[in-house]
């Protein structure tokens, strides 16, 4: 029997190889990212690892997000989002708001959540921000969604999930 949350493959099977990628999305991978989970009242969410945050007044949270996705219509819709950095506990929480692992019942349905204002953040996150979308524009194949930060909670200091090359990684001090 296989442990909760061991993978089968090192890799994953269906992904493209690296020579058959353009050179932009080697660059791309190369680049470790944090996952962090957006949500939204609706409730809708979706994992994003293309997430920055820009100190200032106002502080600003940058992400890339499909314009496609449930995430995007229910945000648009009512102007707020939580985004919550996510661990290495969370990998199969990122797997299935990414659409890579089935949802049962809805995303929402297998975990436990805190709801907020901005939307429900994984209960137990120490660490997530309350946003205002400011807008969005066309960005590549996504979109760049701007907030302001309106809210943050910063509680314990739990390590990063990271995705690189791919795959979630974790932050060694190897």
């Known amino acids: 029997m296989t442990e909760p949350g061991a993978r089968i493959h090192a890799t994953d099977p269906f992904a493209t190889p690296d020579a058959e990628k353009s050179p932009v999305r080697r660059l791309r991978g190369r680049l470790a990212s944090p996952v962090t989970l957006w949500t939204t009242p609706g409730p809708a969410g979706l994992t994003v690892s ?3 945050i820009a100190d200032g007044d106002p502080a600003r949270v940058l992400g890339l997000v499909d314009p496609e996705s449930e995430l995007w219509d229910a945000a648009e819709r009512s102007g707020r989002i939580a985004v919550t950095p996510l661990g290495p506990p969370h990998r199969q929480l990122a797997d ?3 659409g890579l692992m089935p949802a049962p019942g809805g995303l929402f349905r297998a975990d436990p959540w805190t709801e907020t204002e901005w939307g429900p953040v994984p209960a ?6 309350g946003c205002r979308i400011d807008g969005a524009r066309d960005m590549g194949w996504t979109l760049l969604v701007e907030a302001t930060v309106a809210h943050v909670e910063t509680t314990g200091d ?3 999930l990271l995705h690189y090359r791919g795959r ?3 932050l060694s001090d190897r």
């Open 96 to 98: 299935r708001f990414a």
């Open 168 to 170: 979630y990684r974790e």
């Open 124 to 129: 137990g996150s120490g660490t997530w921000a």
């Open 50 to 52: 293309s997430t920055l």
């Open 158 to 160: 739990a390590a990063p």
